[in-house]
């Protein structure tokens, strides 16, 4: 990481406005609750640990283990695969919220259809 943002500083004029590492810019982004959930999965991306089988250590599937082999004491379970979920509500609800985008996010409803033609807004 360290060396893309170095990279990224090489690229850019002198004074642009990028943070100087990605830690930055989340802690930047935390206030805006653009965040995102981070749900284990099966190694074989046959299910979830969410809901109901949240607890579970093994796939319901195949039986194949949740986590990584512990090698260190004290260390937390690292599970195989994880899957980062981007819940829209919030992200929809910030598009209504905007005057520059509420024009585009209702221009559906305002716009009227013609029959067989085929319309939609520009840079959707
Ligand atoms: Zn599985």
Sequence with gaps: ?????NMQKNILL???RLKENFYTIKLMMKPFGLGYKIIDMCPNFCMLYYDEDA????????GRARYKPNTSRGRALVAYKRLRYFPPTFRLQRLFISIKTIEHMTWH?????????MVYLFGS
């Design 1 to 5: 990481m360290i060396a893309s943002s």
């Design 109 to 117: 409803h305002s716009h009227d259809a013609v029959d067989r033609v």
């Design 55 to 62: 607890n579970l250590i093994k796939c319901k599937t195949y």
């Design 14 to 16: 002198k004074r642009n």
